[in-house]
């Protein structure tokens, strides 16, 4: 019998591992940031970790990408190419990984500002990641108590009107994941008429809201893959992949599930049982 979007509680738990391995690559990674780091190097460091721990970078299976991670530089949204550039002192840098073990996916995304620079531009940054960031747990919260996906967006979209004037993208949303990173059900960082699948025990999603400073229109490089703010201001994205079991949530890329956010928040994430 056809399941849908939803996974069984043995694919459930396989689901823990990827997520695990991708919150570690990505913690590397972060503590790695600093002036005149090449984003290559930080894609080096992701990969050393992801295959020490006996997974693969589930980046390089796309088609026609050979990166571990896409790094996102100020004004770039997604999926920007790693490469010679040097970060420097008050970037804004989305570093988005993932890794597959066992057949299944992890995907995740963090934000970090570069430390000195500008102080002006410097905390503009750290406040366009700040609002992201809390769109993204904001949305996760609304996961646990939600009948709904749809009401996972209309979270985000709350939390990003009430504390900011930034744009929400509509061409670059969150999705489920399991077996392919990338599968049904898509998750919506606004509000939808569709109101999306019922959240029940086995749905599992990537929430990532990605979020513009000013406009969100964009351009693509020559590349291919580097998606651009079209009128040069910054973007900030962050991303969880978070499961819905029968004992409630796991956040499946937070090495403590999501425990530290999310009681702030009056939810209290339910590690996944072994079957």
């Not at 080096?44 to 992801?50: C, N, S």
């Not at 905390?123 to 609002?131: G, I, K, T, W, Y």
């Not at 400073?213 to 973007?235: F, I, K, L, M, P």
Request: charged share 20%; with cysteine.
């Amino acid at each position: 019998m056809r399941r849908g979007p939803y996974k069984s509680r043995s694919e459930l738990a396989a689901m823990r591992e990827p997520g695990r391995i991708t919150a570690l690559a990505l913690q590397a990674v972060e503590a790695a940031v600093a002036p005149g780091v090449t984003t290559l190097e930080l894609d080096a460091i992701a990969e050393r970790v992801i295959r020490g721990e006996g997974a693969v970078p589930n980046f390089q299976l796309e088609p026609d990408y050979d990166h571990t991670l896409c790094v996102n530089v100020n004004d770039v949204v997604v999926h920007g190419v790693p490469d010679g550039y040097a970060l420097q002192p008050g970037d804004l840098v989305t570093i988005d990984c993932g890794a597959m073990v066992g057949g299944f996916n992890g995907d995740a995304a963090i934000s970090v500002v570069v430390p000195g620079g500008d102080p002006a531009v410097a905390d503009a940054r750290a406040r366009l990641s700040e609002v992201t960031h809390d769109a993204l747990w904001a949305g996760i919260a609304a996961l646990a108590s939600a009948k709904q996906l749809g009401e996972v967006g209309a979270a985000i979209e709350d939390h990003i009107e009430a504390h900011s004037d930034y744009g929400i993208s509509e061409d670059y949303i969150g999705h489920g994941i399991g077996k392919r990173m990338h599968e049904e059900p898509p998750v919506f960082n606004y509000r939808t008429r569709v109101v999306g699948p019922a959240v029940k025990p086995g749905l599992c999603v990537a929430i990532e809201p990605i979020i513009h400073a000013r406009g969100t229109e964009t351009t693509v490089d020559d590349d291919g893959w580097t998606v651009r703010n079209a009128d040069g201001a910054d973007a900030c994205q962050w991303e969880h992949s978070v499961a819905v079991h029968s004992g409630g949530i796991w956040v499946l890329t937070a090495l403590d599930g999501g425990a530290e956010r999310l009681r702030a928040l009056g939810v209290e994430p339910t590690p996944i049982p072994d079957r």
